[in-house]
């Protein structure tokens, strides 16, 4: 039995808690970017591939609880066509994902990454109109 927990638990499976830990704390908090902390760090630790399954699974399940209140609310006129866009480039992300090497995905990750975290630091917002 001790075997088989040595087997599972390595340090990648506890900075990945921690990771998961870091990013839902601050999900928490702030109510957004569990994500930019959580997906770079699995993809580090991973592999692209687990760590954006593991992310989404993650996402999933985290957001099932708000699931039936967010449908009864929702704005169809606003959520149809994001629904349409996510439908259509989730199966074509993951054919990218596959079948892209992980070492370029690791490093377009992490310059997403951080180009978003110094538009966020530099307090960059959109101008335009709203609510249309």
């Known amino acids: 039995m001790?075997?088989?927990f040595a087997d599972i638990l390595d340090h990648n499976l506890?900075?990945?808690m921690l990771a998961g830990f870091a990013a839902t704390t601050m999900q928490g908090y702030v109510g957004f970017g569990g994500g930019l902390i959580f997906i770079p760090l699995m993809t580090i630790?991973?592999?692209p591939i687990e760590g954006i399954a593991v992310a989404g699974l993650a996402a999933f399940v985290g957001q099932l609880q708000v699931l039936p209140n967010a449908i009864?609310?929702?704005n169809r006129q606003e959520v149809t066509?994001?629904?349409v866009g996510i439908l259509i480039a989730t199966p074509l992300d993951a054919v990218f994902l596959v079948s892209a090497d992980p070492a370029f995905v690791k490093y377009a990750m992490g310059g997403f990454v951080l180009v978003t975290a110094f538009l966020l630091m530099a307090n960059v917002q959109y101008r335009g109109?709203?609510?249309r």
Do not use: H, K, Y
Request: charged share 15%; proline share 11%; no cysteine.
């Open 129 to 131: 109109p709203r609510g």
């Open 2 to 4: 001790e075997q088989l």
């Open 72 to 74: 009864r609310n929702a």
């Open 14 to 16: 506890a900075l990945g």
């Open 45 to 47: 630790l991973f592999g």
């Open 81 to 83: 066509p994001v629904m």
